[in-house]
């Protein structure tokens, strides 16, 4: 588009038009970037500074150094052989009784049960002894007191505590952790469980994306060949259960799949079976119910695509000898293979964040990632927990759609 002399006002006849072109594109800019400025504000706000912060509290836990200062000062030099010597427990005595004081003795107690479970008590109780200490030597006080203070690991822990990251939390999450000595063990198969669970998130998901794929396809195929007065009110229909609420459907399945419900009361009567069938809290109710959720998620991309497909190419496969099988695999379903494959990547990655429909219709074994996020968040307050966990979903998502992207091509990907 050509611009003339008249578009720039009063501007001076002398100045080049190079330098008044450049003046009207920075001035265009400056209008772009004004518009679009709120909606960026809002997802660096509302996004990307909570998700910085979950990484962040995912590797950071300053507890120690910040509540127990003497006691890491006097760890930093300690080789990590032998118990420390006295100057150690000297500043731990002081520590303790710092803590007690300030009522914090709680918040060092809860952070070292993290690491060595059962030992919070014995933290609390030996404070409140160590508070009628007034001299020492205080190495063997505080061991007469409780044994805890004897042992290696219990130190080896208060070392680590004097830098203000750990690597504890995300060890934790993948069943690892630190042994006594400070190296990465496997952790006690009693509280290896997050391998069972990251493994059981991907296999819901999907079993999840390939239900809703078997069930989307047919529906949009149906949809695309319609005439379109018929397929847009079929698909008000479809897209009908986006307008309630998820809680509100998952509950509906709670009353359907239920042990004398609908769908046990249906069977019954047509005599398929003779006993209600267990069809909730397990692993069939948990699928059944986020198919049902997200099966508007995987059809849309795919009718989009579909609607897109001349129908000339399938009549012209057809003219050439091909039969309707042949032509349907040969020259339709190639075309919609950017619909599906935006379909499965969005239900996939939309199903790995799952927890209302997991917690209401699913068992003890069917729980996802994010109830033990929301379970450390809401009940356990370890936010280092939750965050770790909340991180390798993340980075694991990313992973996914990082190989996704190198395999397929998210260019190639139409969402409508």
């Given at each position: 588009?050509?611009?003339?002399?008249?578009?720039?006002?009063?501007?001076?006849?002398?100045?080049?038009l190079?330098?008044?072109?450049?003046?009207?594109e920075?001035?265009?800019?400056?209008?772009?970037?004004?518009?679009?400025?709120?909606?960026?504000l809002?997802?660096?706000?509302a996004?990307i500074?909570?998700?910085?912060?979950?990484?962040?509290?995912?590797?950071?836990d300053?507890?120690?150094?910040?509540?127990?200062?003497?006691?890491?000062?006097?760890l930093?030099?300690?080789?990590?052989?032998?118990?420390p010597?006295?100057?150690?427990?000297?500043?731990?005595?002081?520590?303790?009784?710092?803590?007690?004081?300030?009522?914090t003795i709680g918040?060092?107690?809860?952070?070292?049960?993290?690491?060595?479970?059962?030992v919070n008590s014995?933290?609390?109780?030996?404070?409140?002894?160590?508070?009628?200490?007034?001299?020492g030597?205080?190495?063997?006080?505080?061991?007469?007191?409780?044994?805890?203070?004897?042992?290696?690991?219990?130190?080896?822990?208060?070392?680590?505590?004097?830098s203000?990251?750990?690597?504890?939390?995300?060890l934790?999450?993948?069943?690892?952790?630190?042994?006594?000595?400070?190296r990465?063990?496997?952790?006690?198969?009693?509280?290896?469980?997050?391998?069972d669970?990251?493994l059981?998130?991907?296999?819901?998901s999907?079993?999840?994306?390939a239900?809703?794929?078997?069930?989307?396809?047919?529906v949009?195929?149906?949809?695309?060949?319609?005439?379109?007065?018929?397929?847009n009110?079929?698909?008000?229909?479809?897209?009908?259960?986006?307008?309630?609420?998820?809680l509100?459907?998952?509950?509906?399945?709670?009353?359907?799949?239920?042990?004398?419900?609908?769908?046990?009361?249906?069977?019954?009567?047509?005599?398929?079976?003779s006993q209600?069938?267990?069809?909730?809290?397990?692993?069939?109710?948990?699928?059944?119910?986020?198919?049902?959720?997200?099966?508007?998620?995987?059809?849309?991309?795919?009718?989009?695509?579909?609607?897109?497909?001349?129908?000339?190419?399938?009549?012209?496969?057809?003219?050439?000898?091909?039969?309707?099988?042949y032509?349907?695999?040969?020259?339709?379903?190639p075309?919609?293979?950017?619909?599906?494959?935006?379909?499965?990547?969005l239900t996939?990655?939309?199903?790995?964040g799952?927890y209302?429909?997991?917690?209401?219709?699913?068992?003890a074994?069917?729980?996802?990632v994010?109830?033990?996020?929301?379970?450390?968040?809401?009940?356990?307050?370890?936010?280092?927990?939750a965050?770790?966990?909340?991180?390798?979903?993340?980075?694991?998502?990313?992973?996914?759609?990082?190989?996704?992207?190198k395999?397929?091509?998210?260019?190639?990907?139409?969402?409508?």
């Open positions: 588009m050509s611009i003339t002399a008249a578009q720039f006002g009063n501007v001076p006849a002398e100045i080049p190079r330098i008044r072109l450049q003046r009207v920075r001035r265009r800019k400056l209008r772009a970037v004004t518009l679009v400025l709120p909606l960026l809002f997802i660096l706000v996004f500074l909570p998700i910085g912060k979950m990484m962040f509290n995912a590797v950071h300053d507890t120690l150094l910040t509540l127990m200062p003497r006691t890491t000062a006097a930093s030099a300690w080789d990590g052989k032998d118990l010597d006295e100057r150690a427990y000297a500043a731990l005595a002081g520590d303790l009784k710092q803590a007690v004081a300030k009522k918040s060092i107690a809860k952070r070292v049960n993290y690491e060595l479970p059962g014995h933290i609390t109780l030996s404070a409140r002894k160590v508070n009628e200490l007034e001299t030597p205080y190495k063997e006080a505080l061991i007469d007191i409780n044994p805890l203070w004897a042992r290696h690991d219990v130190w080896s822990l208060l070392k680590r505590g004097t203000a990251y750990t690597a504890f939390y995300l934790r999450s993948v069943d690892l952790q630190y042994g006594p000595d400070s990465i063990v496997a952790s006690p198969s009693e509280n290896a469980i997050f391998r669970v990251f059981r998130t991907l296999g819901i999907l079993g999840v994306t239900a809703t794929l078997l069930l989307a396809f047919p949009a195929y149906l949809l695309a060949t319609l005439p379109l007065r018929t397929s009110l079929l698909m008000i229909m479809v897209l009908l259960p986006l307008w309630t609420s998820v509100v459907r998952t509950i509906a399945w709670v009353v359907l799949l239920q042990q004398h419900g609908l769908v046990n009361d249906l069977l019954m009567g047509l005599h398929i079976i209600p069938a267990e069809l909730i809290y397990n692993r069939i109710g948990t699928v059944v119910a986020m198919t049902h959720i997200q099966l508007p998620f995987m059809l849309m991309p795919i009718y989009s695509v579909m609607r897109t497909i001349p129908p000339s190419h399938v009549r012209a496969a057809r003219s050439l000898g091909a039969g309707p099988f032509a349907f695999w040969k020259v339709y379903f075309q919609t293979l950017p619909g599906i494959a935006a379909g499965c990547l996939f990655i939309l199903c790995l799952y209302i429909t997991p917690a209401l219709v699913g068992g074994g069917d729980q996802m994010s109830y033990f996020v929301a379970l450390y968040t809401n009940e356990e307050l370890n936010w280092g927990m965050s770790a966990l909340g991180a390798i979903l993340l980075t694991a998502t990313l992973l996914l759609y990082y190989v996704f992207n395999l397929v091509g998210v260019d190639r990907l139409k969402m409508g």
